[in-house]
């Protein structure tokens, strides 16, 4: 019985990534390495006290970075239960308008076939009903 149940080995070259996986493993790694390099320009800038070149570089856009970091601030101060409640309201109203639209849109296409015309009228009760009606309450409903 033992050498009827056998596993085979799981090697890597058997099974092959998706081409999409390779540009992100190397932007992964790319970043990775980016990262490592910048933390270790940072400590060799705070060791020996002279700004590394991405210091020097980034010196230039600190104003802007500050400009950034002012208005996310302000915009952030402004936010509380009643704003957040009137947001969320906003955007609710929104997503409910468009699947509303959409609903419509749907539905008259739906309704410009000679299909779906006869489909509405049957559900909502306005089909013709013949004497072989579905049921007996049918049967009588068109009888009168």
């Known amino acids: 019985m033992a050498g009827k149940w056998k596993i085979k ?11 999409i996986m390779y540009p992100l493993i190397t932007i992964f790694y790319i970043s990775l390495i980016s990262i490592v390099v910048m933390l270790l320009l940072k400590r060799h800038e705070v060791k020996t006290g002279r700004p590394t070149i991405v210091s020097r570089m980034g010196r230039g856009t600190d104003h802007i970075f500050q400009t950034v970091f002012t208005a ?6 402004y936010l509380n239960k009643h704003t957040f409640i009137a947001i969320a309201q906003w955007i609710a109203f929104h997503v409910l308008k468009r ?22 009228d049957a559900v909502r009760g ?7 009606g579905a049921s007996f309450y049918l049967r009588r409903i068109s009888d009168r």
């Open 126 to 132: 306005r089909g013709e009903v013949t004497n072989h």
């Open 99 to 120: 699947i509303r639209n959409i609903y419509v849109e749907i539905k008259h296409r739906f309704i410009s076939t000679p299909h779906g015309k006869k489909l509405i």
């Open 9 to 19: 080995p799981l090697s890597i070259a058997t099974y092959q990534l998706p081409t």
């Open 72 to 77: 996310v601030r302000r915009f952030v101060s």
